[in-house]
Structures are given as C-alpha cells and as structure tokens.
C-alpha cells in the first residue's frame, strides 16, 4: 500500500512540471496580436483524409489566403468574408462570414484569449502547448484548435472543427513575417473580376 501511496505520490510531482511549461495564454495572446504579416508553407489533412499543400499568407486583422498547389483552388478571408473559389467551375464563389467561421479567433483584431469561456482546453505535451479555443458568443460555429512551440512562441499547426464536427488540419512550414502583402490578395471582389476577365 506504501508503494502505491508513494507512486501516485511522485507521479503527481512530476506532473506539476508538464503543467508549468505550457505556454501561458496572456503570452499567446500578445504573440498572436504582434503578428502584421506572414506567410508559409501549408499542408491541409481534410475530414476525408485527403492531404492538400499550399502556401499561405496572413495579414492581420481579418485577412488570410490559403493558395493550393496544383489545383485551382483558393480560399480566402477578407471584408469580413469568408470566399471559396473552386476553377473547376463557373459560378461565383461559396462566401460566408467571417465571424461565423472559428478562424476569426485568430483574425480578430485583438485576441484575447484570458475572455470568459473562449478557451475549452490548455494543454502541454511535453514539447508543444494545445489551445481550444471557441467563440465564447458563439460556441455552436465550432472551435479552432491551435498548436504552439515555445522560445519563441512559433504558431505550428491549427484544427478547425466546423458546425458539423468536421475537422480540417493544417500544418504550416516555417513562418516568414514582416514581409510586405498587399492588402488587394485578399480582396474577394478583385478576385471575381479577375476570374471573370473583367
């Protein structure tokens, strides 16, 4: 019984360590609201197992470009929407709003993840710190799961689970930031008219 007293003992001892070391969500928060630009390398594992690859580019508050390698696909946030263009057809693209997608967490124009009820989970595996997040608001949009390294905090990967609980994951490369982007890659409307030949 002393040795099982003693174990449960010491496991808890070296569990208050793994604890510690998850990245404390006032300095996500500061990490996530510094980032102006940037851009990297992604690849996309979808509900259906599928793997996609691109590029991405960030341009906070409220604009992000996903482009998709070898395949005419662009998702893109900007003017508070959310617009999905697929070449292989010819009808205008699928838009929602961004504040109905869990990526506005990130896009927002102040993060702040200590607000009531945003975060779900806060996590250290032992090398990386595991932030669920959801809107607090609106819970019912899903949640964005996002995947940090410390020293210096690097963003690694994030999970969006939709309405539906389809999970979409996305892996990035090694972040470039402070590069120049302009703001017209992210306009939903030049995009139209380009595709239309206008």
Do not use: C
């Not at 929407?81 to 504040?99: C, E, H, K």
């Not at 990526?103 to 200590?114: R, T």
């Not at 595991?130 to 819970?139: E, F, I, T």
């Amino acid at each position: 019984m002393k040795q099982v007293l003693l174990a449960l003992v010491l496991a808890s001892i070296a569990a208050v360590p793994a604890l510690a070391d998850a990245i404390p969500l006032n300095a996500i928060s500061r990490y996530l609201n510094g980032i102006e630009t940037a851009e990297a390398d992604f690849t996309q594992i979808n509900d259906d197992g599928t793997v996609s690859t691109g590029h991405l580019y960030l341009r906070r508050p409220g604009n992000m470009r996903f482009e998709y390698a070898g395949d005419d696909l662009l998702v893109m946030a900007g003017g508070q929407q959310v617009a999905i263009f697929d070449g292989r057809s010819n009808t205008r693209p699928d838009q929602y709003p961004l504040r109905e997608t869990p990526l506005s967490i990130i896009l927002d124009e102040q993060v702040d993840l200590s607000r009531s009820n945003m975060v779900v989970r806060h996590e250290f595996d032992g090398t990386s710190t595991r932030v669920v997040a959801q809107d607090p608001d609106r819970p019912e949009i899903g949640s964005l799961t996002m995947v940090f390294t410390p020293d210096p905090i690097e963003l690694r990967q994030w999970v969006v689970r939709d309405d539906t609980g389809a999970e979409t994951t996305v892996v990035l490369g090694a972040m470039e930031e402070g590069g120049s982007i302009p703001l017209t890659r992210f306009s939903i409307t030049q995009e139209i008219q380009r595709r239309r030949g206008d």
